[in-house]
């Protein structure tokens, strides 16, 4: 398995970035992808998720609204586009699967239920 972020960078409050995973090396579609972040200093919290069955997804309450996640099956991609960003939003990035996703349509939030993840890459957000 392996996962690959891109597509960060730094912007001011209120712009957009999009964030995209690779994947290989598994079936998408028994399982689901999500993104994580990490402020300096502060845990790794769940983001978002979208389940590879059937394309559920899910959302923390800090970017509903905000944020959406989606998949390209036919590029093996996963996408997190992010609108109306705000400082609070800064932090590295980082997709995640796991065996436990497979066929769920459970929203696993804690990082010790995935098993595989990319690099990460940077967002920041300025004031």
């Known amino acids: 398995v392996q996962l690959v972020e891109s597509g960060g960078g730094s912007v001011q409050t209120g712009g957009s970035l999009r964030l995209s995973c690779a994947y290989s090396?598994?079936?998408?579609?028994?399982?689901?992808i999500a993104w994580f972040r990490q402020a300096p200093g502060k845990e790794r919290e769940v983001v978002s998720w979208?389940?590879?069955?059937?394309?559920?997804?899910s959302y923390a309450n800090s970017v509903q609204g905000r944020f959406t996640i989606s998949s390209d099956n036919t590029k093996n991609m996963v996408y997190l586009q992010m609108n109306s960003l705000k400082p609070e939003d800064t932090g590295v990035y980082y997709c995640?699967?796991?065996?436990?996703?497979?066929?769920?349509?459970?929203?696993?939030?804690?990082?010790?239920?995935?098993?595989?993840w990319g690099q990460g890459t940077q967002v920041t957000v300025s004031s």
């Open positions: 979208i389940s590879g069955s059937d394309g559920a997804t």
């Open positions: 995640a699967t796991s065996a436990l996703t497979y066929y769920t349509t459970s929203f696993l939030t804690r990082t010790s239920q995935y098993d595989f």
């Open positions: 090396g598994f079936t998408f579609e028994e399982y689901g």
